[in-house]
């Protein structure tokens, strides 16, 4: 027996939460299957100190705004479980977890979904499992001896489940975080770096987030970014919302015994390579950092504000002669902070482009009735987060609505 609906959502998470309330409020009959349950990357894809980069405000699902006792605070994981679990039970989506859909393929009168429970036909598919689905290690992982453990961001919990000489690739925001974790564990961390931008975590007296909101650069559309659609594959600012958040400065770890390296190059004849390129890594993300202030800066003279002046950023330390090298003995176990890749197999419709990634318009793709929700940069630097989430939803289920007025006419 097959059972159709309005719209089915395929994801549980933020993102297809976000629809259902939205679809409920409009009166669609939808369903949403989920793999797992709520908050499963949040709980089982982060480590034990993981919280969010972004302060509590931003927190802004449709219908459901954060409401707690520390908006200008960093939730932790346990804290964002609890936070979507109290938003489903809020509203109560039609949610069947523990579903995976193994099929989305179209029929005559929309699509048909083949799941683990049975296979069902809606007239319109929101996709909402967001754009980190397959944890990427690059192919010279292969050539590390068995004696040295790996695992990728998505396994690593806590420093106390790992040896002492760690390796960890990768600068992003997850690298960067676990090296800090390690390193105030005690552990000997060596860092491979590559080129992800820094952020100031607090400037002239605000919080950088809030000065970013207040310039209006969380509501530029992808179609206005200088960068265009190449933002979507840039990595984020690296810094932390831990104890109240703060910046991550490497030179700061260089200084306290953590070693820094350039890019992975190579792994080859007993030793792990290293590009030549510490010292360029390490100015670019003081660049981005610093024009992040000025441009801060500019806003603030343009709008006449009163805020304290701050000295310039001072460089604690600079690489001289930085290693190339590392034997295999000097290390236990590495970290591949590297990135994920899409992975829509399942979805056998012609909406992908050469790389595999959807082609759409704020998510509406060109195949009539399917749309993607919760990919980064769908169409702001919210897409994707819980800032941005609620204009994102909004959009597609007026598209929702507009295309069942057409087929009901």
């Known amino acids: 027996m097959t059972l159709q609906y309005s719209v089915i959502i395929v994801g549980g998470g933020q993102a297809g939460l976000a629809m259902s309330y939205l679809l409920k409020q409009r009166s669609i009959d939808h369903l949403i299957f989920e793999k797992h349950s709520i908050g499963h990357a949040w709980r ?13 405000w931003q927190c802004q699902l449709p219908g459901y705004p954060y409401a707690g006792y520390d908006p200008n605070g960093f939730m932790s994981k346990s804290e964002v479980v609890q936070y979507l679990e109290n938003y489903a039970r809020s509203f109560a989506p039609p949610l069947q977890e523990g579903v995976a859909v193994s099929k989305l393929d179209a029929n005559e009168e929309g699509f048909t979904v083949e799941t683990s429970q049975g296979n069902y036909t809606a007239a319109q598919v929101v996709i909402a499992t967001g754009g980190y689905h397959t944890p990427k290690i690059p192919p010279m992982a292969e050539r590390l001896p068995k004696g040295i453990q790996q695992l990728h ?18 600068t992003g925001q997850s690298g960067c975080q676990i090296a800090e974790d ?33 310039m209006g650069y969380y509501d530029l559309p992808i179609d206005e970014h200088p960068q265009k659609e190449t933002v979507r594959h840039k990595t984020n600012h690296y810094l932390t919302g831990r104890d109240g958040g703060r910046e991550i400065d490497l030179r700061k770890f260089a200084l306290e015994g953590m070693h820094l390296y350039g890019r992975l190059a190579d792994i080859t004849s007993g030793k792990i390579c290293f590009q030549d390129n510490l010292k360029d890594n390490l100015d670019g993300a003081d660049a981005a950092a610093e024009k992040i202030k000025k441009n801060i800066d500019q806003y603030i003279a343009e709008n006449k504000i009163d805020a304290p002046v701050e000295p310039p950023y001072q460089s604690l330390w600079k690489p ?17 902070c590297t990135g994920f890749e899409m992975n829509f197999n399942w979805v056998e419709l012609p909406v992908f482009d050469g790389k595999g990634e959807p082609k759409h318009d ?36 007026d598209q929702i609505v507009a295309k069942k007025l057409q087929l009901v006419g």
């Not at 089982?44 to 509590?56: A, E, G, I, K, M």
């Not at 396994?155 to 690739?169: A, G, I, W």
Request: charged share 20%; proline share 7%; with cysteine.
């Open 44 to 56: 089982h894809q982060r480590w034990d100190s993981f919280c969010l980069v972004t302060p509590n």
């Open 182 to 214: 390690l390193h105030l564990a005690g552990k000997s961390v060596h860092l491979a770096t590559g080129s992800a931008p820094r952020a100031p975590r607090r400037y002239r007296g605000k919080d950088v987030v809030e000065w970013l909101d207040l």
């Open 320 to 336: 001289t002669n930085s290693p190339l090298t590392l034997d295999f003995n000097q290390l236990e176990a590495v970290i591949w």
């Open 153 to 170: 961001s998505v396994e690593y919990k806590n420093p106390q489940s790992l040896p002492d000489q760690v390796l960890v690739v990768g």
């Open 362 to 397: 704020r998510g509406v793709t060109p195949v009539k009735g399917l749309y993607f929700l919760g990919l980064p940069w769908l169409y702001t630097w919210g897409s994707g987060r819980f800032s941005g989430m609620a204009r994102d939803a909004t959009y597609i289920a």
